[in-house]
């Protein structure tokens, strides 16, 4: 990677686009909105993540922190409840995690390939006080 | 006049319906998305927005892609503000004339730029505008470097940061020259209302924004934008340098009225040392050699005189 120039790319390098399944877009328009298809909504940036969050629904105590402080609008909050993370928008930078102020948190990183199922169920407990 | 948005906590902010979108191509963790969206849903308002070249505009204007929900221009480097002053000085005159298809919606004016934009290109622009009096919001993302040209100086710098034309090595310990003190050169202009904020305290901020969205006038904010590229750390830590930044008192959060009644609006409990800020950070990290170790006693030195003058500043109501 040191001796490549801007043109160079290494073999088997993958290049992206920006387009992609944008599959949750219902769950995430906000209800008396229209989006044109220019709007970068419709694009997707999934790729650039190489960790996720998962959210645990049991932890949560809906304090909008994470919603607030997401540099990339992928805290989807309805009705004042965190309804859960907009995957096509993440690129898991892992903020929502580090202001998750719940015991254990509600929010954690895992790896891309981990399922949803098998990150729920290895949830932390309670930590004690130090 | 149109209402104020009323927002008591963040559950009730929670609400509110974004105007900024997702994948929008700055970096994972990068503060200036967080700052824009806590100025555009601080109000209900139709909004006229424009950005100066920088980080922020090439990242939410990619050819098809445009990631505002409002009206948005862009122009050059220099002149984000008075394009967004030129639409302000044509909203006035249709409206003393009588000819606004729709004269009761309130739209309010903003312009993003960058430091390197507000500070050193754009900064006779900006001086314009706050001395015309356009009925404007000057919303600076600072974070002390050009960003999006690879981390060259600007005149936001702080002493010691490591940059791509002031680099720290065996000679030198990088920027020489001080941070500009802009909100009270801005300040200096008698607007009615100049701030410095912060992302993480987004109450705070949002009442400032919303302060300056009810009065007429120039407003000028700047807020503190840690980049995870050019400060060098985790992008997950961007609220934390944030933290860093306002708990230290290297940024410190007030506000200049008129030009002279000056109000502290955040103290915090515990004073950071600024050494744990700097430690955080991999563009001060040659600070922390034997040689270089005075600098760090001088910033605190600094903070330390600046946070007594703005003490003593509010004290004396001058």
Not at chain 2, 6 to 26: C, M, P, Q, V, Y
Not at chain 2, 70 to 95: C, D, P, R
Not at chain 2, 131 to 144: P, T
Not at chain 2, 240 to 251: C, E, H, N, P, Y
């Amino acid at each position: 990677m040191a001796n490549t120039g801007w043109d160079e790319f290494e073999i088997g390098a993958m290049l992206r686009t920006f387009e992609g399944s944008v599959d949750n877009i219902a769950g995430t328009l906000q209800e008396d909105r229209n989006y044109t298809q220019n709007s970068s909504f419709s694009a997707n940036v999934s790729d650039w993540r190489i960790i996720k969050p998962v959210f645990n629904k049991d932890y949560c105590i809906d304090c909008q922190f994470c919603w607030i402080y997401c540099p990339d609008i992928s805290i989807i909050a309805r009705d004042k409840k965190m309804v859960g993370v907009d995957m096509d928008h993440c690129k898991g930078c892992g903020i929502c995690v580090e202001v998750c102020p719940t015991n254990p948190k509600s929010l954690l990183m895992f790896d891309e390939h981990i399922d949803e199922e098998v990150a729920l169920a290895g949830w932390p407990t309670k930590e004690g006080k130090k | 006049m149109s209402e104020m948005k009323n927002i008591k906590n963040l559950k009730e902010f929670s609400t509110s319906a974004d105007r900024f979108e997702g994948a929008n191509l700055l970096c994972p963790g990068c503060a200036h998305s967080i700052i824009v969206r806590e100025v555009l849903n601080a109000t209900n308002d139709d909004l006229v927005l424009s950005a100066s070249t920088g980080c922020l505009e090439v990242c939410t204007a990619v050819y098809p892609y445009t990631s505002w929900d409002a009206s948005w221009i862009h122009i050059g480097f220099e002149n984000g503000s008075t394009a967004v002053a030129g639409a302000e000085a044509m909203y006035k005159a249709l409206k003393t004339k009588g000819r606004l298809k729709q004269p009761d919606r309130n739209p309010k004016f903003v312009s993003f730029a960058g430091d390197g934009a507000s500070y050193d290109i754009g900064f006779q622009w900006i001086s314009g505008c706050m001395e015309r009096g356009h009925n404007i919001m000057h919303v600076v993302l600072d974070n002390e470097v050009y960003a999006n040209t690879g981390g060259q100086r600007s005149s936001s710098t702080p002493i010691g940061s490591s940059t791509t034309t002031a680099p720290s090595g065996r000679k030198s310990y990088g920027e020489k020259k001080n941070k500009k003190d802009m909100v009270s050169i801005m300040a200096s202009h008698h607007i009615p209302y100049s701030a410095q904020v912060a992302p993480n305290k987004w109450k705070d901020m949002v009442k400032k924004i919303q302060y300056g969205f009810s009065v007429d006038g120039p407003v000028f904010i700047n807020a503190v934008s840690p980049c995870t590229t050019e400060w060098k750390f985790d992008p997950k830590d961007t609220m934390l340098l944030t933290d860093l930044a306002t708990d230290s008192l290297v940024f410190p959060l007030y506000e200049i009225i008129d030009g002279h009644e000056l109000n502290i609006t955040y103290r915090p409990k515990n004073v950071v040392p600024v050494e744990e800020y700097l430690a955080a950070q991999g563009r001060f990290k040659h600070l922390f050699k034997d040689e270089y170790k005075y600098l760090i006693t001088e910033w605190q030195e600094r903070v330390d005189a600046k946070w007594a003058m703005l003490q003593r500043r509010e004290e004396a109501r001058v």
